[in-house]
């Protein structure tokens, strides 16, 4: 398939849409950009501001180091290059949740160049077409406050504990041209900063959110008029605002408007985007170098460190699990989408590897296949995910072993994991409490075939006058007569003995 071919249909023709967004994550740190205030996320409004936050007149920044690692670290994620020269600068404009009334910013001279991410918009599909999305910049900038309008009937209150909190603005480039694709460009950039460390990627919390820069056009002419859409957070919602306000632009221009240069906002329950304000150009922030704080310079050894401490990333590690775990493209696609599934199936293996005795190769195609189908089934149906599971991957290894090594079913497997989950016992405890052991002795087994074989004598006629399908008939009879305890593979050497 290709990667996509997407148009806006209007009544004057086809239309196409151009997208950019501007992706801000708040980076991975204990303290904010220019001070020692804490960063977690429910805190009591104002509960974490310091006087270098709130501006107090005299307060100096001092940079945190540890934001420019995260975010040297996330630029060598996606091959981009990182500039050895940076230097902040102040981006001045006025509002009430901006105490310096200015924010630190980098506009000139990022710390982080040109990079790329590869996505794919068929990850099921091994033979899929993937698609380029150049990445223009990394700047780490300063984040504002918040305005709260819920809590007063006339007033709008200031809670300052996100103002000084360390950002990466990720600025691509307008190369995405379906809402697909800036939903899996948005995924796939969330995905590489969680496994790099340098953002949660939490966008329920805020602390990862887009503006969404659309356009159209008639195919093949020109760039048109964009919008920005602030602050949207969801991969959900990225997708539909590329849909809801390309229409707009198209029905506008062809009801004989012109599109502004503003800046939108989305709202979810009507699926529309409506004017905020009109959008600046850079020289409206009157930006110039910040006065304060000294460029960055970055010796050869500090990133050296910084790419040896990069982990093994998604496109790497799905690559490894289809060639070294043999895991179907799809499996693989799954399993490292998120680096927190990525760890609980690689301890899931180890685990397995151990109680079996056997390589982890050997074992992680049978883990992946179980963890795919029965396992997560199991814990969608008590409304859990992986990682609020009453079953961890050392647990799940041991049911896995007691199949392997003949001690249950697969049939009983399932219901001991629902057990498993229901109680928090273990595979082994649920086995020998509730009996459930496989029956192996072929001297029980045959004894049970014979019975089933004389009380459907008529069926066993048919059988041998050529009708094999009933076979099938003959085990689940079986099967169903030792409680499902029967060993399947003995069960059918017992039967075709007695049947031939």
Not at 132 to 150: C, P, S, T, Y
Not at 173 to 200: F, H, N, T, W
Not at 449 to 475: H, M, P, S, T, W
Request: contains cysteine; negative net charge; proline residues 4%.
């Amino acid at each position: 398939m290709t990667v996509s071919t997407y148009r806006i249909h209007g009544a004057t023709g086809e239309w196409e849409v151009v997208i950019g967004l501007e992706v801000h994550a708040q980076i991975t740190t204990q303290a904010k950009l220019f001070s020692g205030s804490a960063t977690a996320f429910g805190a009591e409004p104002n509960s974490q501001v310091s006087f270098v936050d709130a501006a107090m007149p005299g307060m100096l920044p001092v940079l945190n180091g540890e934001c420019i690692r995260q975010a040297v670290r996330t630029g060598m994620a996606i091959g981009a290059q990182i500039n050895k020269w940076s230097r902040f600068d102040r981006k001045n404009y006025f509002y009430a949740d901006l105490p310096q009334g200015y924010q630190i910013s980098q506009l000139y001279h990022p710390l982080v160049g040109e990079g790329a991410i590869e996505i794919s918009l068929d990850d099921k599909n091994p033979d899929a077409e993937t698609k380029i999305i150049g990445v223009e910049r990394i700047h780490v900038e300063q984040d504002a406050g918040k305005l709260m309008h819920d809590q007063h009937p006339t007033m709008s209150y200031v809670d300052l504990n996100r103002s000084g909190v360390a950002l990466m603005e990720i600025v691509s480039r307008p190369d995405m041209a379906s809402p697909q694709e800036a939903g899996a460009y948005l995924a796939k950039l969330r995905s590489i900063l969680r496994y790099v460390g340098s953002c949660d990627g939490n966008m329920d919390q805020g602390s990862m959110r887009a503006d969404v820069n659309v356009s159209v056009r008639r195919p093949g002419e020109p760039l048109g008029t964009r919008t920005e859409t602030k602050n949207v957070n969801s991969v959900r919602f990225v997708m539909a605002v590329v849909e809801a306000e390309a229409r707009r632009q198209v029905d506008l221009i062809e009801d004989g408007g012109t599109v502004s240069q503003e800046t939108r906002l989305y709202d979810p329950d009507k699926n529309e985007t409506r004017s905020m304000r009109s959008k600046e150009d850079a020289h409206d922030y009157r930006y110039f170098p910040d006065p304060d704080l000294l460029p960055l310079v970055l010796d050869d050894a500090y990133l050296a460190e910084c790419l040896a401490s990069l982990p093994e990333l998604p496109d790497a590690k799905r690559q490894r699990y289809e060639n070294a775990l043999g895991l179907t493209p799809y499996a693989a696609g799954v399993l490292t989408a998120e680096v927190e599934t990525a760890r609980w199936f690689e301890v899931l293996v180890t685990a397995c590897a151990k109680a079996q005795g056997k390589p982890e190769a050997e074992v992680a195609k049978q883990a992946a296949n179980w963890l795919l189908s029965e396992f997560f089934g199991a814990l969608n149906k008590i409304g859990k995910d992986l990682f609020s599971s009453p079953v961890g991957p050392e647990g799940a290894a041991e049911l896995l072993a007691l199949v392997g090594n003949g001690t249950i079913s697969g049939s009983i497997a399932k219901v001991v994991l629902e057990k498993m989950l229901e109680t928090g016992d273990g595979a082994g405890v649920i086995v020998e409490r509730e009996g459930l052991k496989q029956e192996s002795d072929t001297g029980a087994i045959d004894a049970v075939v014979a019975k089933i074989l004389a009380d459907n004598a008529e069926k066993v006629a048919q059988y041998r006058a050529g009708k094999e399908a009933l076979f099938g008939f003959f085990v689940g009879q079986t099967m169903k007569a030792m409680a499902g305890k029967g060993n399947p593979q003995l069960v059918n050497e017992a039967l075709k003995k007695a049947l031939a």
